[in-house]
């Protein structure tokens, strides 16, 4: 009987091990399971709150006409004729100047040597544009006779506006070119220097267009001015042609001068 008691306590503890393991597992799943289920459904007196995107043009593929104007079918035509730029989906080529000088229109006094500080001081300037822009001209034929000539724009110009420019013979000035051959040169003379109304402006490191006493021109440096001569300008550069270099040519492309990516 004893026996028979302690193994009948012994399966009491054990039903009830397992029966509290059990329970702890089905709460477990219960805790997963409500975890991992939606919640609820709600009344339909509540409804979720959506975000909605506003589109100014509805694209119908029915009636949609890539040739009507608009940059994308959702800008609609941004008041653009049909026809320009941006419209059909089609592009102009663009180009857009920088903020920097452009090409300057100067008028030509005359040829060096021979020219007469008369024929320097006569012609009328045109303006230069400003950084970024360009100007229109309309060209006479009897406004200047010996005409314009264009040059690379240059703020030294652009500080310098009643410059004119001089058609020189490069030995004229002493200038030696690559290939040792006679060329036109510009030289660009501002008549507004301080020199040509205070002599004691006029420095002997700087070159200047002066008129002798025969009024003829002579374009060079003085340590000090000579009786009867006068400042008519000074030297503001001289503008040089390309000239490739003798025999600068090789095997290689890439060496010549004359080579562009």
């Known amino acids: 009987l004893k026996l028979h008691h302690e193994f009948t306590s012994l399966g009491t503890r054990r039903s009830r091990t397992r029966s509290s393991t059990m329970s702890t597992a089905l709460v477990l799943v219960a805790a997963a399971c409500s975890y991992m289920l939606p919640p609820p459904c709600r009344s339909t007196a509540h409804h979720v709150r959506r ?19 608009g940059i994308a079918v959702s800008m609609g035509d941004n008041g653009r004729p049909e026809g320009v730029h941006g419209t ?12 920097e ?4 229109l100067v008028a030509i006094a005359g040829a060096y040597p021979g020219l007469t500080g008369a024929q320097l001081l006569a012609p009328q300037p045109l303006p230069f544009p400003t950084l970024g822009k360009w100007n229109y001209h309309t060209l006479l034929a009897d406004g200047l006779p010996t005409g314009f000539v264009v040059v690379p724009g240059s703020e ?32 660009l003379i501002d008549r ?3 020199a040509v109304d205070e002599l004691s402006e ?21 340590d000090a001015l000579p009786a009867g001569w006068r400042v008519l300008g000074r030297l503001v550069y001289t503008q040089l042609p390309y ?3 003798p025999g600068s040519k090789s095997g290689f492309a890439e060496m010549s001068d004359e080579f562009e990516f």
């Open 51 to 69: 975000t909605s995107v506003h589109m100014e043009q509805t694209y119908d593929p029915a009636s949609y006409n890539p040739e009507t104007p």
């Open 88 to 99: 059909g989906y089609r592009f102009m080529p663009i180009s857009s100047l920088g903020n």
């Open 101 to 104: 000088a452009s090409p300057s």
């Open 156 to 187: 030294l110009l652009l500080a310098r506006p009643n410059t004119v420019s001089v058609v020189c013979k490069s030995s004229s000035l002493g200038i030696e070119l690559a290939d040792g051959e006679e060329h036109e040169v510009l030289a």
């Open 192 to 194: 507004s220097d301080a």
């Open 202 to 222: 006029m420095s002997p490191e700087d070159f200047y267009a002066f008129a002798d006493a025969d009024d003829r021109v002579h374009i060079r440096w003085l």
């Open 243 to 245: 000239v490739a270099r």
